[in-house]
């Protein structure tokens, strides 16, 4: 088989619609990507989708950005695309998708040592009402909450990446909430109070009352199918059922705009997080890596 790497182009575009609808939940990225623009020919400043070819035919397509995601790739199409990055030097800040996929990826690349990897990441979804009663509390975020909501977010991102969002200034990712907020993709309760009775602890927000106590974002909306991201929890409400029910909410309001599918993939080492999906009905379909430079 000789293959040779090209960008896709518009008449492969039945070939990736396809191929995507095989995994919903893998290539729910490429697919909300594909139903914006309508065509397999996608290059813009954020990236660019390459396929593999063998003669003509694709077999397999890697989406090229900020992050690298693979569809349908084997080791042999990995080859070929590592030759191309590894002679472009790094561009990319992570590789995301299938476990074996990416891991094989990854020794293939002479980008240096990665900042982070999250070998086994269980990938969720949830194609039916929620298990546990909803939080009727927990709201659809406006930017008067962004006070209450960005300190949630850097301490999510922060204990989940392994360093902060802010460590070279604010700018960067205070736009990123905001466009979130502003897109009506975050959802919250936040409160003054405990469920329990008493004050909030004044933290992640501590110059004000309010503090978020659940919050998640929609980070990838298709037409059929979402991706939740951003799940946080505030420390003195965990293990105290308001996770799950904060995530009944989310699957309950976003399967009530027609999205059927609610999916998300998280670290297999946290444990508590995953029986808490697990409470609310969500079940493994897959398994993502991350590798992240």
């Known amino acids: 088989m000789a293959l040779r790497i090209a960008r896709l182009e518009h008449q492969h575009t039945r ?160 736009a990123r909430v905001r466009g979130i907020i502003r897109g009506k993709n975050c959802y919250a309760r936040i409160s003054s109070s405990l469920p329990q009775g008493g004050a909030v602890p004044r933290w992640p927000a501590q110059e004000q009352d309010e503090q978020v106590l659940f919050k998640a974002d929609i980070g990838i909306r298709a037409r059929r199918i979402v991706q939740v991201q951003g799940v946080w929890v505030h420390p003195a409400v965990r293990n105290q059922g308001l996770g799950a029910a904060g995530m009944a909410a989310v699957v309950q309001r976003t399967r009530d705009k027609g999205h059927s599918t609610v999916s998300l993939y998280a670290n297999d080492y946290n444990e508590t997080a995953l029986r808490m999906y697990a409470r609310v009905g969500f079940e493994q379909v897959g398994t993502f890596a991350t590798v992240m430079y």
């Open 15 to 174: 070939w990736l619609t396809d191929l995507l609808a095989r995994n919903p939940c893998e290539n729910v990225y490429l697919i909300a990507l594909l139903e914006v623009t309508g065509t397999a020919r996608l290059s813009s400043p954020a990236g660019t989708l390459y396929g593999i070819f063998d003669g003509d035919r694709p077999v397999a397509a890697y989406w090229v950005g900020g992050n690298i995601i693979p569809v349908a790739a084997t080791p042999a199409t990995n080859e070929m695309l590592a030759r191309k990055l590894n002679a472009d030097g790094r561009v990319s800040c992570s590789l995301i998708g299938s476990r074996s996929v990416i891991l094989d990826l990854q020794q293939r690349l002479n980008w240096g040592r990665p900042r982070g990897v999250r070998e086994r990441q269980p990938l969720l979804a949830i194609s039916s009402d929620p298990l546990v009663t909803p939080d009727e509390h927990v709201h659809r975020v406006t930017l008067d909450d962004l006070g209450a909501v960005f300190p949630a977010s850097v301490d999510m991102f922060t204990k989940e990446v392994g360093f902060s969002p802010i460590e070279d200034g604010t700018a960067g990712y205070l």
